[in-house]
């Protein structure tokens, strides 16, 4: 009974958090990510009570229908709603609270091949939008919003807003941080443009600066040893050279 229970409830969600769900047979036969939770809730049965590859087979097949993978080590709480759905992967480790929502191409892993926990916790009422990244063995604060392509590798306190990559903290509990606008961030190509421009203006007033120097009168040029030397052998020869021509005249 408390299976059939957990199933109607997240129908019910889907239903209360979709506008395009229609009604609860609609939800039940079209919407994947309800599937790969019914999927979910025997395979973890099996995962607790060590009938791991038994287990592991049905993971496998709510994969192969619904395109969202789940360990069935994760423990994911009651009234979760995963929308669309695919490319949805949740490690092994992973748990998840109460009233979460999961959109596509999101990732629950790890950051390492160690043992024992290396997924994340997520509390209650987290929303992970689609293509976001959560790596590692922390936990993510309750009422927790995580962007679309964000990249979380630490500890989210509760009731913050995180986006980019890496994540950072743009809102907690509806007031602003520090503003992350991903649109006017600058274009390292740009970026790099600018300090070779700046560095080639630079190097041409040093030239023309020595130009200007080596003009006035008094100056003396300065010469490095190396064309010291050269000068000296160019007139060692040059006085060998009109030393034969000297002596041919004399014979």
């Known amino acids: 009974m408390k299976f059939l229970e957990e199933v109607h409830e997240d129908i019910q969600t889907v239903v209360r958090k979709d506008p395009a769900a229609r009604n609860e047979l609609e939800v039940l036969m079209c919407y994947p990510g309800v599937w790969a939770l019914i999927w979910h809730k025997p395979a973890h049965w099996l995962y607790d009570h060590n009938l791991k590859l038994l287990a592991r087979l049905i ?45 596509q191409g999101i990732t629950l892993g790890g950051t390492g091949k160690e043992k024992g926990k290396r997924h994340p916790t997520l509390g ?24 679309s392509g964000s990249v979380v590798l630490q500890e989210i306190p509760n009731g913050c807003t995180v986006v980019g990559v890496p994540g950072k903290i743009v809102r907690r509990y509806g007031e602003n941080t520090d503003d992350l606008n991903q649109v006017d961030l600058p274009d390292p190509v740009d970026v790099e443009m600018e300090c070779l421009r700046r560095r080639i203006v630079m190097l041409e007033n040093k030239i023309n600066q020595l130009a200007k120097d080596s003009q006035k009168p008094g100056l003396k040029e300065v010469k490095s040893p190396e064309a010291g030397k050269e000068d000296s052998n160019k007139d060692k020869k040059e006085e060998e050279e009109n030393d034969h021509e000297d002596l041919q005249y004399a014979k």
Do not use: W
């Open 59 to 103: 993971s496998q097949e709510a994969r192969k229908s619904t395109g969202i993978e789940i360990h069935p080590g994760a423990k994911i709480g009651r009234r979760c709603f995963i929308d669309h759905g695919m490319g949805v992967v949740i490690g092994e480790t992973t748990e998840i609270g109460d009233d979460c929502t999961l959109y």
């Open 124 to 147: 209650n009422r987290v929303v992970v939008s689609s293509g976001a990244r959560v790596l590692g063995p922390f936990k993510v604060g309750d009422d927790v919003k995580i962007g």
